[in-house]
C-alpha cells in the first residue's frame, strides 16, 4: 500500500478508536489492502487514489478521514477519478474504512 493511502487509513482508524484498542497498525492495512487488491479494483486506480491523495492539503485529508460526510463528499468529488456521475474515489475509500471497522 503506498505511503499517503496508508496515513489515511490508520488516521480513520485511529479517529474511530480501533488502532491500538482492538487491533496493530499491521493488521488495519492489511485489511485496507484487501480491498485495494479486489479483482474490481485495477492498478490504475491505486495508484490514481494516491496520486489525488498525495495532492490534497493536511486538512483536506483530515477531514476525509474525520470530517463530517458532506464535508468528505465534497472532496471526494474533486478527484479526477470520479467521471460522469460516478462518485468512485468515495466507494473506495468506504469500502477501505468497511473494511477497517
Avoid: C, F
Avoid at 51 to 77: F, H
Avoid at 95 to 101: G, P
Amino acid at each position: 500500500m503506498h505511503t499517503t493511502t496508508r496515513e489515511i487509513v490508520l488516521s480513520m482508524a485511529a479517529s474511530n478508536g480501533i488502532l491500538n484498542r482492538t487491533t496493530t497498525a499491521q493488521k488495519i492495512v492489511k485489511r485496507a489492502e484487501v480491498v485495494l487488491l479486489d479483482k474490481d479494483v485495477t492498478i490504475s486506480d491505486v495508484y490514481n487514489l494516491e496520486t489525488w491523495l498525495r495532492s490534497l492539503t493536511d486538512e483536506q485529508r483530515e477531514t476525509i478521514t474525520d470530517g463530517e460526510q458532506s464535508e468528505m463528499d465534497e472532496i471526494n468529488a474533486m478527484s479526477p477519478m470520479n467521471s460522469k456521475g460516478t462518485d468512485h474515489v468515495s466507494a473506495l475509500i468506504e469500502r477501505m474504512y468497511e473494511a477497517i471497522l
